[in-house]
Structure formats: C-alpha cells, structure tokens
C-alpha cells in the first residue's frame, strides 16, 4: 500500500498530521479518497491533481484562485490541476462532513481522451450538485479497498472507471465531455444480457453476474433497472420463458426436460411462473402449438 500512497505524497504532505491522523484514508493507482473531520484552515493548496469535494453540511468560506467563495450544504466542489485553494477559520472550529476526492491527472484525462477525443477537462462551474449514484460507487470504492486490499486489480479498475466517469457527469451539467455512444453503464448491461444468454439453463444468481462483470450488486441492480425498465431476475426470467416456450413447441420435448434445460428448480416451478407469464400453463400451450401445426 505504500507505493500507492507514494502517488498521492504531495497532497497529503500538506496535511498537518493532527487532522490527516483523524482522516479515513482510501487509496488506489489512480484515485485517493479522505474523509477528514475538519478542514485545513488559512493554509494554501495547490493542486497537482484533479480535485472534488461533496460537502454534507455547510463549509467555511474558502478563497480559490483569489476568489472567495461560499458553498453550500449538498454540492460537489470541482477542481482543476493547477488550483489553488485556501479554506478560511470560522467560529465552527472548521467542523464539516465532507468527503474529499483526488484522482491523478493522467488517469482522468485517459478517461476523457476515452469517452469523448477530448484531451484535458475543463469545469465550466466550481459548484455543482452531486446524485446518490456517485456516493454508491464510492461506497463500493471504500468497502473493496478495506475488504480486499488493491485486489483484484479488475475490480478496483473498473471502480476507479465508474467513479472517474460520475465525477466528469456530476461536474458538466451539460455532459458535453462524454460521448453519448460510449456508455460504461451500457457496456456492463449488455454484458450481463449476454451473461444470461449464454447460462440461462443453469442456476446462476445476480452475484454470478456481478462477479463475471466486476459490478457490486447494488449497483448493478440500480443500473440493469435504469436502463432496462426490468430487474436482472425479471429479465432473466422472460429469457428462459422464452427459450421455454421455444421447446414447447416440439413434440418430444417433456415439460420435465424443459424445466432442466432452462434454469427452472423444478417442473412445478416452470409451471407457476409460466402461467404467470402466459395465463396458461406448460401443458396447455404446449397442447395449442401442437394444435396449430396439425392445422
């Protein structure tokens, strides 16, 4: 873990040791998570990297670039390398809940360079709003690097891609930056899909899935219903109806078999959920296809 930390030295050297021995500190390659409980007061900061703040509560005052600003309770506070940033004492002893987020400057320009051709980010706004999305990752973030350490390497990349990416959207109201063709969601969900596809016929959960695509299953759920309208189970049981009725269709075919080869427990099972689906059961569609061939 120390090398990784070696790549944040700079920021954290400018931490007194007081408040940085207090701060939860969750580091990666490419990304550093603090969660202190005070600011850094009548001390300028510059930034070597890109830089974001959620504020949870109401923050002192701070001078950026020579400006004073005053943020508000609930914002995401966005920061080009190169900023300067000095946090002003207030009478609240320079208590905030806040979450402090550092992601290296090569790795978020790769991630821009990626998604839309464009080499270096540029926040129109400091202030903005942050969703409950962005907070999901990072709690994924956090509870892989304290459960699991810096592997697998997968996962903690494909979570610095997510948070690296929500940081970008959550920063550019008009999302400009991302192209609209190359969604990391999309590409998860049809990976999942094609998941499905491929082992429908056996007894795979929504955990088999998010570990073959390196997704938590909070999030997963959350982005399979956003984009899809239908939960992972839902969806995975219409493909095995469907590749039930598919069988139904052959004479030879027992509804015993059917229910093996297409992820059901048990032929009771098919029936119940197929008569939810089909208002009728295995046998008697399988008696009407029968029906309709012979016509």
């Known amino acids: ?30 990304i550093a998570i603090f969660k ?25 005052k701070a001078v950026i670039n020579g400006i004073t600003h005053s943020f508000k309770k609930g914002s995401l506070i966005s920061l080009i390398p190169g900023t300067s940033i000095a946090v002003l004492a207030d009478s609240n002893n320079n208590t905030c809940k806040y979450i402090s987020v550092s992601v ?18 540029i926040f129109d706004k400091i202030e903005n709003q942050y969703n409950n ?10 509870y892989e690097i304290m459960a699991y350490g810096n592997s697998p390497l997968p996962m903690l990349r494909s979570l610095e891609i997510q948070l690296s ?24 969900i049809r990976e999942s899909i094609a998941y499905m596809h491929k082992f429908y016929s056996g007894n795979i959960t929504i955990e088999d899935i998010c570990k073959e695509i390196y997704l938590s299953v909070s999030h997963f759920k959350r982005v399979f219903k956003n984009k899809t309208g239908k939960t992972p189970y839902q969806f995975l049981t219409e493909i095995r109806i469907e590749k039930a009725k598919g069988m139904l269709k052959e004479k030879n075919r027992s509804i015993n078999e059917i229910a093996r080869l297409c992820g059901f427990v048990n ?21 009407k296809q029968i029906e309709t ?3």
């Open 1 to 30: 873990m120390r090398f990784l930390k070696q790549n944040f030295d700079n920021f954290i050297k400018e931490i007194p040791d007081n408040i940085h021995s207090r701060t939860k500190v969750f580091i990666s390659e490419n």
């Open 36 to 60: 202190p409980e005070k600011f850094v007061t009548n001390q300028s900061m510059t930034m070597d990297d890109y830089h974001f703040i959620i504020l949870h509560s109401k923050p002192p």
């Open 104 to 121: 290296k400057k090569y790795f978020m320009n790769k991630i821009a360079l990626e998604t839309s051709g464009t080499k270096e980010i």
């Open 133 to 142: 999305y962005l907070l999901d990752v990072i709690n994924n973030f956090e």
């Open 165 to 188: 990416i929500l940081l970008i959207r959550n920063s550019l109201p008009d999302r400009s930056i991302l192209d609209k063709n190359i969604r990391l969601d999309d590409d998860y």
């Open 267 to 287: 032929p009771g099972n098919l029936s119940l959920v197929f008569k939810k689906h089909m208002n009728m059961s295995p046998s008697e569609y399988k008696k």
């Open 293 to 295: 061939t012979q016509d």
